[in-house]
C-alpha cells in the first residue's frame, strides 16, 4: 500500500483545490458584489446573490475536510500553524463566519434598504478581507519564517506572516478568486449583465497574471519557491499548461463561449494550486515540519484514509447532484455559451 500518510496529504491538496475552485468563487461574487455600479448594481448584487445562495454552505465542507486532516494526520503541523498564525487564522475565521451571517440577514431581514445595504456592505467587505487572509496564511506557510526559539510577541505572532511575500500572495488570492467569479457569473446573469462580468473577467485575469509576477519577483524571500518553479523537471511543463488554460479563458471569454471558458479558467486556478503544492512537497511548513516528520501513527493514517473514501462515497454524489439542481440554467439571446 502507497504511504497513507503521502496520499492523505494528497487528499488535503485536492481539498484545497476544490476549495479554491468553488469557495473562491463565492468569495470572489463578494469582492464584485462591493465593487457593483451604476444603473445595474442591484441586478448585478441579485445575479450574485442567486448564483451563491444554493451552494456557499456546501462549498465549505472543503476547507473543513483540510482542517480535519491537517489535525488528525498532521498534529505536529497543525501545532505549529495553531501557535504561530492563529492571529490570520482566527480573522479567517471570524471573516467567514461574518460573511455567511451578513448574507443570510440580507437575504432574509426586513426589506428596509438601509438594513440590507449595512449587511451587504458586510458581507462584501468579509468576502474581499477573508480571501487575502487565506492567502497570507498559504504565503506564511510557503515562506516558513517561523522561530521555535522566539519568544517576543512580534517574533512569535507577527514576524512570520507579516511579510511582503506572505502579503502579496494574500492579494494574488483575492484577484484570483475574484476572476474566478466573474468568468463563472457570465454563464448566470442576463446578456447586458454577462458582457459586463465578462469584461471583468478580463480585466482580472489580466491582474492576476500582474500578481503573480509580484508574487515571483518577491519569492527572493522564499528562495525554494522559486528554485522550483523555474528548475524543476516539473516546472516547464507547468507554467506551459498555466499559460495555455489562462489564454484558453481569454479566447473563450472574447468569443463569448463562456462555458469553456469556465472550464479553462477552472484549470487555471487548479495548475496554480498544484504548481504551489509541488513547489512545497515534502513540507508541509516550509523548512520545519514534513510530511513524515509530522505524521501520526500507521493506524491512525490507515483508519482516516478509509474513512475519507467512505466520505466520497457518500458526499461527491451529494454534492453533483446538488449542483446539477442549481447550475446555471440561463439561456444567452444571441449569445453562444457551448
Known amino acids: 500500500?502507497?504511504?497513507?500518510?503521502?496520499?492523505?496529504?494528497?487528499?488535503?491538496?485536492?481539498?484545497?483545490?476544490?476549495?479554491?475552485?468553488?469557495?473562491?468563487?463565492?468569495?470572489?461574487?463578494g469582492v464584485w458584489d462591493l465593487l457593483a455600479t451604476g444603473r445595474s448594481a442591484p441586478e448585478?448584487?441579485?445575479?450574485?446573490?442567486?448564483?451563491?445562495?444554493?451552494?456557499?454552505?456546501?462549498?465549505?465542507?472543503?476547507?473543513?475536510?483540510?482542517?480535519?486532516i491537517l489535525f488528525t494526520a498532521f498534529p505536529r503541523a497543525f501545532g505549529w500553524l495553531s501557535v504561530h498564525l492563529h492571529i490570520p487564522l482566527m480573522l479567517t475565521l471570524l471573516g467567514i463566519v461574518l460573511r455567511g451571517s451578513a448574507f443570510v440577514f440580507r437575504a432574509y431581514g426586513p426589506g428596509d434598504e438601509r438594513f440590507s445595504g449595512r449587511w451587504g456592505l458586510v458581507f462584501a467587505g468579509a468576502?474581499?478581507?477573508?480571501?487575502?487572509?487565506?492567502?497570507?496564511?498559504v504565503g506564511a506557510i510557503t515562506e516558513g519564517r517561523f522561530d521555535p526559539e522566539a519568544s517576543g510577541f512580534r517574533s512569535m505572532y507577527l514576524a512570520p506572516w507579516l511579510t511582503p511575500f506572505a502579503i502579496s500572495v494574500g492579494f494574488f488570492a483575492l484577484v484570483l478568486f475574484a476572476y474566478l467569479a466573474a468568468v463563472y457569473l457570465t454563464l448566470e446573469a442576463t446578456r447586458d449583465i454577462s458582457d459586463l462580468f465578462r469584461a471583468r473577467a478580463l480585466t482580472a485575469g489580466a491582474l492576476a497574471g500582474v500578481m503573480a509576477l509580484i508574487v515571483f519577483l518577491l519569492a527572493g524571500e522564499a528562495?525554494?519557491?522559486?528554485?522550483?518553479?523555474?528548475?524543476?523537471?516539473?516546472?516547464?511543463?507547468?507554467?506551459?499548461?498555466?499559460?495555455?488554460?489562462?489564454?484558453?479563458?481569454?479566447?473563450?471569454?472574447?468569443?463569448?463561449?463562456?462555458?469553456?471558458?469556465?472550464?479553462?479558467?477552472?484549470?487555471?486556478?487548479?495548475?496554480?494550486?498544484?504548481?504551489?503544492?509541488?513547489?512545497?512537497?515534502?513540507?508541509?511548513?516550509?523548512?520545519?515540519?514534513?510530511?513524515?516528520?509530522?505524521?501520526?501513527?500507521?493506524?491512525v493514517l490507515v483508519l482516516l484514509l478509509q474513512?475519507?473514501?467512505?466520505?466520497?462515497?457518500?458526499?461527491?454524489?451529494?454534492?453533483?447532484?446538488?449542483?446539477?439542481?442549481?447550475?446555471?440554467?440561463?439561456?444567452h439571446t444571441g449569445t453562444n455559451h457551448k
Open 223 to 299: 528562495p525554494h519557491v522559486r528554485a522550483s518553479l523555474t528548475r524543476s523537471a516539473w516546472a516547464v511543463p507547468l507554467h506551459v499548461a498555466t499559460g495555455a488554460a489562462a489564454f484558453a479563458t481569454a479566447m473563450m471569454l472574447w468569443m463569448r463561449r463562456f462555458r469553456a471558458a469556465r472550464v479553462a479558467a477552472a484549470a487555471q486556478v487548479a495548475l496554480i494550486v498544484w504548481g504551489w503544492a509541488l513547489a512545497q512537497y515534502p513540507y508541509l511548513i516550509w523548512g520545519h515540519v514534513t510530511i513524515q516528520s509530522s505524521s501520526a501513527p500507521r493506524q
Open 307 to 331: 474513512v475519507v473514501a467512505i466520505g466520497a462515497v457518500i458526499l461527491l454524489p451529494a454534492l453533483s447532484y446538488l449542483f446539477s439542481l442549481f447550475g446555471p440554467r440561463r439561456v
Open 1 to 29: 500500500m502507497p504511504d497513507p500518510a503521502f496520499l492523505l496529504a494528497v487528499v488535503m491538496v485536492l481539498a484545497l483545490t476544490a476549495y479554491a475552485l468553488l469557495g473562491g468563487a463565492d468569495y470572489g461574487g
Open 127 to 137: 468576502s474581499t478581507i477573508t480571501p487575502v487572509l487565506l492567502g497570507i496564511i
Open 44 to 68: 448585478q448584487r441579485a445575479t450574485i446573490s442567486r448564483a451563491i445562495a444554493p451552494v456557499w454552505e456546501a462549498n465549505h465542507v472543503w476547507l473543513i475536510l483540510v482542517v480535519t
